[in-house]
């Protein structure tokens, strides 16, 4: 292309001239990630049609609150479109007042007049019958987890389950997040002999699910006859989202459950229940303070020396209120979680056994051998008195565990 004198001069002259200063770039603020609404959320918003015309029964406790922390069960009782008749407590009772291995029994509720029927420890035709008796013909469940299999609210979920088919309710499953992630399934898997309350059936000790996950899992796998299931799940929620991504009040789910960092280390540190060693009960920090009478600081030093991404170990003394070595000063770790995301609690759990085995000559598994019903099978306690590592001891279970999250991944709601 020819320019002419006058379109170069023209071309010079706007080069050579300055340009006017263009405001500084402000980066963007991170984009808060969308906060999940919970299945109860859902069922609100559709104005409770999920209900209409059903006469309803709830299972839940303290943790069954809205995002403005009033219960639901309140909640439900003062809104004309739900005919709520009964309330079903768990382990701990409905307004959480009884202790581990505790209920609250049946009573009307204070503030509602409802009937409130316990089902801790029922299960099969007795709980059927305690739902006949109430009256209901929709059980609904609504109950935060922590996600651990021995924590015994999922087999409430399954008992109840079960319990509804066998009295002919329908049974509907508001979902809630698991608040140590939904990321993977870790752990051993329970062995059926080995069944008990704290584990019915065989899936991983950290089982990465939801419980309207776990109750379409036990529906699909588990239960001889599959209950007429209903699950509202949430909307917003990911699978690698930590509770304080979720926008929700953290209520403790039962006495031993302070916190959400509890919960992160619950999975691995509740094993010590099957030792002498207190697990922490007691102290404000249950299951994150692990110790004995004349533990010294040799074991946080030998589990430091371990090296376990995530994750590092003071050495710590208290003197628990309550439970083992109520009112005297023992000598222990705790556990302190440095990245979330690297941290594998049930791993951790297994290298602070095989560390205190070393580190104390005073360390013994209960006598009941509890913590074979804890981890699901004996292998954990017979390797760790062999003198197996903490990578042998977490290898022998992984052929089962790549069973399990095959047979996991099916029933997964969220991505």
């Known amino acids: 292309m020819h320019l002419s004198r006058r379109d ?16 500084p770039t402000v980066p963007k603020a991170p984009r808060r990630p969308e906060r999940p609404r919970t299945g109860f959320e859902r069922l609100a918003a559709d104005g409770y049609a999920l209900l209409d015309g059903r006469k309803v029964g709830i299972v839940t406790n303290p943790t069954g609150i809205t995002r403005d922390a009033r219960h639901i069960v309140d909640v439900l009782h003062a809104d004309p479109r739900v005919r709520l008749t009964a309330v079903f407590g768990p382990e701990h009772g409905f307004r959480g007042t009884a ?43 609504d109950i935060q987890d922590v996600g651990a299999r021995f924590y015994t609210y999922i087999w409430t979920l399954y008992d109840c389950m079960e319990a509804a088919g066998l009295a002919g309710k329908r049974f509907v499953v508001l979902d809630r997040p698991n608040p140590v992630t939904g990321r993977a399934a870790l752990g051993p898997v329970l062995h059926e002999e080995f069944a008990t309350f704290v584990g019915r059936k065989p899936i ?35 699978r690698d989202r930590f509770h304080d991504d979720s926008g929700l009040p953290w209520v403790p789910p039962s006495p031993n459950m302070p916190t959400a960092d509890t919960a992160l280390v619950y999975s691995g540190t509740c094993m010590f229940e099957g030792t002498n060693l207190s697990e922490g009960r007691g102290t404000t920090r249950p299951f994150e303070l692990l110790g004995a009478e004349g533990v010294d600081g040799r074991w946080a030093a030998a589990a430091n020396g371990l090296g376990l991404p995530g994750v590092r170990f003071r050495e710590a003394y208290f003197a628990p209120t309550f439970s083992k070595f109520q009112g005297r000063t023992v000598g222990g770790v705790q556990v302190h979680v440095t990245d979330r995301d690297a941290y594998d609690p049930v791993r951790t759990g297994i290298a602070l056994l095989v560390t205190a085995r070393k580190a104390w000559d005073g360390f013994a598994w209960r006598p009941d051998d509890w913590i074979d019903k804890l981890t699901g099978s004996a292998r954990v306690r017979t390797m760790i008195d062999a003198g197996a590592d903490t990578d042998e001891v977490t290898g022998a279970w992984q052929e089962e565990l790549a069973a399990f999250r095959r047979i996991r991944k099916e029933y997964l709601l969220y991505e």
């Open 8 to 23: 170069l001069l023209a071309s010079a002259t706007l080069a050579a001239a300055p340009t006017a200063p263009t405001a």
């Open 99 to 141: 202790q581990a291995g505790g209920s609250e029994g049946r009573y009307d509720d204070p503030a509602t007049g409802l009937p409130v029927y316990d089902t801790y420890l029922k299960s099969g035709r007795p709980l059927a019958d305690v739902f006949t008796a109430s009256g209901v013909d929709t059980v609904v469940f």
């Open 204 to 238: 991983a000790q950290a089982h990465g699910m939801t419980v309207a996950e776990l109750a379409l899992l036990f529906n699909g796998e588990f239960l001889t006859s599959p209950v007429p299931l209903e699950t509202v799940r949430m909307s917003g929620w990911r």
